[in-house]
Nanobody, 122 residues
Framework: QVQLVESGGGLVQAGGSLRLSCAASGRTFSSVAMGWFRQAPGKEREFVAASWWIGDITYYADSVKGRFTISRDNAKKTVYLEMNSLKPEDTAVYYC???????????????WGQGTQVTVSS
């Protein structure tokens, strides 16, 4: 079992920055893939970024490339999402997820946090 708790969401103006954190507990953290997804009202949950346990292997959605950075601290069992140059269309609930393989698919992740709201005002 893996328990995930996100934090760091909030309200920010367009062009601003936020850093989300996801603290994990439970089974071995360093041998799983960690992903960030988001879901806006009325839309499906979509992939944002993911990191394999070797931190240099990362995936990003095209919509966030160059603006968002995923990183992880295996010793602290924490994954981060640094979000810069935020846009109103980034507004969503952001979820942290853990799974056995690096993927952009929500179905590959078996463990999810409760989500944290990010609101970007124009």
């Amino acid at each position: 079992q893996v328990q995930l708790v996100e934090s760091g969401g909030g309200l920010v103006q367009a062009g601003g920055s936020l850093r989300l954190s996801c603290a994990a507990s439970g089974r071995t953290f360093s041998s799983v893939a960690m992903g960030w997804f988001r879901q806006a009202p009325g839309k499906e949950r979509e992939f944002v970024a993911a990191s394999w346990w070797i931190g240099d292997i990362t995936y990003y959605a095209d919509s966030v490339k160059g603006r968002f950075t995923i990183s992880r601290d295996n010793a602290k069992k924490t994954v981060y999402l640094e979000m810069n140059s935020l846009k109103p269309e980034d507004t969503a609930v952001y979820y942290c997820a853990a799974g056995p393989r690096l993927s952009m698919r929500t179905s590959e992740y078996g463990y999810w946090g409760q989500g944290t709201q990010v609101t970007v005002s124009s």
